[in-house]
């Protein structure tokens, strides 16, 4: 059977201070109903905003991840977030007075264990999964990050960090299944080196929550008792020391490889921003919420090109334009009319169909002996098909003209004997004689091709 919603039994309440503003924060954790999702409201402002979990709310990422909407933000959420994912909820309502989440611990544990007190309820509607099943990667050349999602039959990850650091080089964690988030992952604390403390302090007005005892304090060069019982007296912490294997003995490990578990933990805090729950295998290299947030903006567009779905076609069928009608629309004749019927026109939508030959002039040059369709060739199909959509609508004679093409990909190789498959849907309503549509190009249930267009819409002289 589907796995069914859910959300909490009953609200509960978390606080404590704001690990970079350190003020006291309160959120409080309320049921929420079916295809909710996650939010957040500001109950400390004025008609008190909401603000979606939403990956594209992303806007800054410099020290935990910060969302934000109409000048409203809420950090340092991605703990949070990760609890609730691992905890396998789907609809929750988070009520903050401030705009960042309380620190605790560094981890997720405190989240974890309220939301075992409040009880978790199913609920009548079906989850729908993000279910990978083609790889998709971000890469940051700049960094070394970088994320891979695979095909899986539950949500699994493997994560490596790596520092510049006798003490904290090479790390390793992996999550064979999102259930054991609550026993392998959730109790896992952020860390820090003890460089970074005192510079994100006094020089970037950080950390103002801080107090060494919600993170793990890595020491990977000499420093002086005195030194450290400075920085103890700067958090308001008790005398510390620097145990054998280069750490602070503010807190004891609690793994190992805690520090890599931790990343994997803000994996997936970040990737929640996809507003689904996956399956798949997500395989991080030196992830950080920069390129966790931008692996999650990528997995949205895959979960939105993937649910658009292969428009059904039927050879047998009638078309709602043929190659007649088309032509009385566009201005287009042979060899540079691409689209040879029009199978579906439903509100903002058009389905068309060309079938790919050997006859066709390009393949004379494009290559003699290896004929691939031109990408640009196909870029020209979806638009008149996009055009199509509008024109067919209209009384009077008009014209489109394509202005601006955006996000172009090519994903397959077009060649003879392909039945090109091509959906265009307005993004947004017409305005001022203009359009703007994203464009689909299939070859059976594969997407080879995908852009973003926009156009004019000119009234042709009689």
Do not use: W
Not at 46 to 63: C, M, N, Y
Not at 178 to 189: D, G, L, P
Not at 213 to 233: F, P, W
Not at 332 to 351: C, E, Q, T
Request: with cysteine.
């Amino acid at each position: 059977m589907a796995d069914k919603q859910r959300t909490l039994a009953s609200a509960f309440t978390v606080k404590g201070k704001g690990l970079h503003t350190g003020v006291n924060v309160t959120m409080t954790f309320l049921p929420a109903p079916e295809n909710h999702g996650f939010r957040f409201k500001r109950v400390d402002l004025p008609d008190q905003p909401v603000i979606e979990a939403d990956a594209d709310l992303v806007t800054d990422t410099s020290r935990g991840t910060m969302l934000e909407k109409n000048g409203v933000r809420i950090g340092t959420i991605e703990h949070a977030l990760a609890a609730l994912i691992g905890m396998g909820l789907d609809n929750v309502l988070i009520e903050i007075d401030n705009e960042e989440a309380p620190i605790i611990d560094g981890s997720s544990r405190i989240f974890v264990e309220a939301i075992e007190k409040a009880g978790v309820v199913e609920q009548q509607a079906k989850r729908e999964y993000f279910v990978i099943t083609e790889k998709v990667v971000f890469r940051d050349e700049k960094t070394g990050s970088e994320l891979i999602a695979l095909p899986d039959d539950d949500y699994r990850l493997n994560v490596l960090i790596s520092f510049n650091s006798r003490v904290l080089n090479n790390q390793f964690a992996s999550l064979n299944s999102i259930s054991e988030f609550k026993t392998e992952i959730a109790n896992c604390r952020t860390f820090v080196f003890l460089h970074e403390l005192e510079f994100l302090l006094k020089h970037n007005n950080l950390i103002k929550g801080g107090d060494l005892n919600n993170a793990i304090v890595i020491v990977d060069r000499e420093v002086s008792q005195a030194e450290l019982d400075r920085l103890a007296d700067l958090f308001n912490h008790d005398r510390v020391e620097v145990k054998a294997q280069g750490i602070l003995n503010n807190v004891d490990l609690q793994f190992d490889n805690e520090c890599a578990r931790h990343k994997l933990l803000d994996v997936i805090g970040d990737l929640s921003l996809l507003g689904k729950h996956i399956k798949g295998r997500i395989i991080a290299t030196k992830p950080g919420h920069h390129a966790n947030t931008m692996m999650a903006k990528a997995l949205k567009k895959e979960f939105l090109r993937q649910k658009a779905g292969v428009p059904a076609y039927d050879p047998n069928a009638e078309p709602l334009l043929d190659i007649a009608k088309i032509s009385e629309y566009l201005p287009h004749r042979f060899p540079f009319l691409l689209v040879d019927k029009i199978i579906d026109i439903k509100g903002n939508s058009i389905v068309g169909v060309k079938n790919v030959t050997i006859d066709e002039p390009f393949f004379q040059g494009h290559f003699p002996a290896e004929p691939v369709m031109p990408g640009v060739i196909l870029v020209e199909a979806m638009a008149q098909t996009g055009g199509l959509l509008v024109l067919s609508q209209l009384e009077d004679r008009y014209s489109t003209y394509f202005i601006r093409i955006d996000n172009v990909k090519f994903r397959k190789k077009v060649i003879p004997g392909d039945t090109l498959i091509f959906k265009l849907e307005l993004t947004s309503p017409i305005r001022r004689g203009i359009a703007n549509m994203r464009g689909l190009c299939y070859v059976g249930d594969k997407v080879v091709a995908e852009g973003e267009f926009m156009a004019q819409i000119v009234k042709n002289n009689e």
